[in-house]
């Protein structure tokens, strides 16, 4: 049985999306990319790492 992450740390966003865990953190410190502190890990859950994703433009900071 396969079970489907509903949720990712900023270093699994970053593993999941190929992007660098730096921008996964910044767009976290701007607001951009919501999560939830969770003890002390930040939790960003799967749709809004999509919803962050389709919303982000190419190049952009």
């Given at each position: ?34 999560f939830h502190p969770v003890g002390r890990n930040k ?19």
């Amino acid at each position: 049985m396969t079970v489907e992450k509903i949720s990712y740390t900023p270093e699994e966003a970053s593993a999941a999306t190929g992007l660098q865990r730096r921008k996964i953190y910044d767009a976290m410190t701007n607001f951009e990319l919501a999560f939830h502190p969770v003890g002390r890990n930040k939790i960003i859950m799967r749709e809004e790492l999509v919803r962050w994703l389709r919303t982000h433009q190419p190049g952009q900071s």
